[in-house]
């Protein structure tokens, strides 16, 4: 495969996230309207217009390269088998955060080789601010108007853990986890910026104890790695992507320090 200049993408891919997260916003504050998918989840004005300006601005800048999002029709794993290099994209990350009204969303995209994720951009457009990166290249964090920064995730502190936690999804098993950690501090917070609080060193871990897909996580995997992170699987095994027919993801945990054995609180 070519060698890509994977910092050009990222800032191009980042612009592109920004314009999206824009006709996520006029639409936020206007009227839209609501459907729901197959697996009854929601579908809003606002994804599909973010998916029609992603898919047909990544095409202009890498042609070469396909694009898989939520809101693609279908690619049967016979063609997708095929993709060494692919974009996976979220347009919408948090459906149920935009209809809440909270702000708290996000546009996703991702750059995957070889089943891993090498480029991740997350744009927050309420919030106006921005997580990025691209593998061997740092993460960052640019809030609206300043310069970017660079990201760290932290050591687990001696005293009380900070979890991220969903202000959507808290399944009865991720609440017997928590109970099993003993005193926490939970940050709530939705979408995949969870993922980017681990990345940032505001939370210590965010425990998916519940269904995701593959686009939900994968901008945010770059972010976190890149930032010292990691992103596992519950058995510790990395997440990987594009090796099987579905596009669910198993299980999974985010978190700074690997000093601690995490998978000790699901018994």
Same mark, same amino acid.
């Given at each position: 495969? &070519?060698? #890509? &200049? ?22 936020? &504050? ?15 004005? %606002?994804?599909?217009?973010? +998916? ?13 390269? @396909? !694009? ?6 279908? *690619? ?11 974009? #996976? ?11 809440? /009204? ?8 991702? #750059?995957?080789?070889? /089943?891993?994720?090498? #480029? ?5 457009? $309420?919030?106006? +601010? ?8 740092? %993460?960052?964090?640019? $809030? ?7 990201? +760290?995730?932290?050591?687990? @502190?001696?005293?009380?853990?900070? *979890?991220?936690?969903?202000?959507? +999804? ?48 994968? %901008? %945010?995997?770059?972010? !976190? ?12 095994? @990395? ?29």
């Amino acid at each position: 495969m &070519n060698e #890509l &200049n994977l910092e050009y993408l990222c800032i191009n891919a980042l612009d592109i996230a920004r314009d999206a997260g824009r006709k996520i916003v006029e639409i936020y &504050n206007s009227s839209y309207e609501i459907e729901e998918k197959d697996d009854k989840t929601p579908l809003t004005t %606002a994804d599909l217009a973010a +998916h029609e300006i992603i898919v047909s601005s990544l095409k202009e800048l890498t042609g070469d390269i @396909p !694009v898989l999002s939520e809101e693609s029709d279908s *690619v049967p794993f016979k063609i997708r088998k095929q993709w060494q290099r692919y974009w #996976l994209v979220d347009p919408l990350d948090g459906t149920r955060e935009f209809i809440k /009204h909270n702000g708290e969303f996000s546009v996703n995209i991702a #750059l995957i080789e070889n /089943h891993q994720s090498i #480029l991740g951009v997350i744009n927050a457009p $309420v919030l106006k +601010h921005d997580y990025f990166a691209w593998r061997d290249g740092g %993460a960052y964090k640019q $809030v609206s108007g300043e310069a970017k920064k660079p990201i +760290h995730t932290r050591p687990l @502190p001696e005293a009380i853990t900070t *979890v991220a936690g969903s202000r959507s +999804h808290a399944s009865d098993k991720l609440k017997a986890y928590l109970e099993n950690m003993g005193e926490i501090e939970l940050l709530s917070m939705g979408s995949s910026l969870k993922s980017c609080l681990v990345a940032e060193g505001a939370a210590d871990i965010y425990p998916r104890l519940g269904l995701t897909s593959e686009w939900d996580t994968a %901008a %945010a995997q770059c972010i !976190v790695e890149e930032a010292g992170g990691y992103m596992r699987q519950t058995d510790m095994q @990395p997440m990987r992507y594009n090796t099987k027919d579905c596009l669910l993801n198993p299980e999974f945990f985010v978190f700074g320090d690997n000093s601690q054995d995490w998978t000790k609180y699901l018994k």
